[in-house]
């Protein structure tokens, strides 16, 4: 069984940083393309960025430049930090196995401030 655990959020001015983690268990980290997806209060669920096996990386529009998704296979953990954060960006975050939020855990929430 796939369990993911998300930590990092918290309360930001706009602006601000922080640095999201997941920890993966029951699972082989390095095999799979891993996703950061999140939900904005009354929204849907939307892809942010993902990884590949190989490390290749890629970004919605909307955070690019100012995101960067890592990952430490050895570690079964993957990274997302944030800069430049603005208020559109308040969500929970969740880390997942697939681009609409597969095995995604409880999610840690942001909130930033304007």
């Known amino acids: 069984e796939v369990n993911l655990v998300e930590s990092g959020g918290g309360s930001v001015q706009s602006g601000g940083s922080l640095r999201l983690s997941c920890v993966g268990s029951g699972v082989t980290f390095s095999r799979y393309w891993m996703y950061w997806v999140r939900q904005a209060p009354g929204k849907d669920l939307e892809w942010v960025s993902y990884?590949?096996?190989?490390?290749?990386?890629a970004y919605a529009d909307s955070v690019k430049g100012r995101f960067t998704i890592s990952r430490d296979n050895a570690k079964n953990t993957l990274y997302l930090q944030m800069n430049s954060l603005k208020f559109e960006d308040t969500a929970v975050y969740y880390c997942?196995?697939?681009?609409?939020?597969?095995?995604r855990g409880q999610g840690t929430r942001v909130a930033v401030s304007s």
């Open positions: 990884i590949t096996t190989g490390g290749a990386t």
């Open positions: 997942a196995t697939g681009s609409v939020g597969q095995d």
